[in-house]
């Protein structure tokens, strides 16, 4: 079956980094990827970074020039830098993506998110 997985979460210090990885899984044709977006508990699921087709990522005020989206198509991957984490970045990061695959005789494209990896920051 068609997925997305997130890894690379952690436990990590103020100010260290994390880079987290968001895979496809399956017989996947294409990524598009949509972005990033993070739960803390207690609280709603919040935009951390929307990525565009043309290639403008939009990120939340709170993260601007810390964190850092990117993808490979090639490979089929989305990526999250993550820089001098805070310890209001204590969340559930999940990516979100579209996926197009072969289906019951043809193409479709379907929206994705994956299941989510732990980000800890704390001393």
């Known amino acids: 079956q068609v997925q997305l997985v997130e890894s690379g979460g952690g436990l990590v210090q103020p100010g260290g980094s994390l880079r987290l990885s968001c895979a496809a899984s399956?017989?996947?044709?294409?990524?598009?990827?949509k972005g990033w977006y993070r739960q803390a508990p207690g609280k709603q699921r919040e935009l951390v970074a929307r990525?565009?087709?043309?290639?403008?990522?939009n990120y939340a005020d709170s993260v601007k020039g810390r964190f850092t989206a990117s993808r490979d198509n090639a490979k089929n991957m989305v990526y999250l830098q993550m820089n001098s984490l805070k310890p209001e970045d204590t969340a559930v990061y999940y990516c979100?993506?579209?996926?197009?695959?072969?289906?019951?005789?043809?193409?479709?494209?379907?929206?994705?998110w994956g299941q989510g990896t732990q980000v800890t920051v704390s001393s």
């Open positions: 979100n993506a579209d996926l197009v695959y072969f289906s019951r005789g043809s193409y479709v494209r379907n929206d994705y």
């Open positions: 399956g017989n996947i044709f294409s990524l598009n990827a």
């Open positions: 990525m565009s087709s043309g290639g403008i990522t």
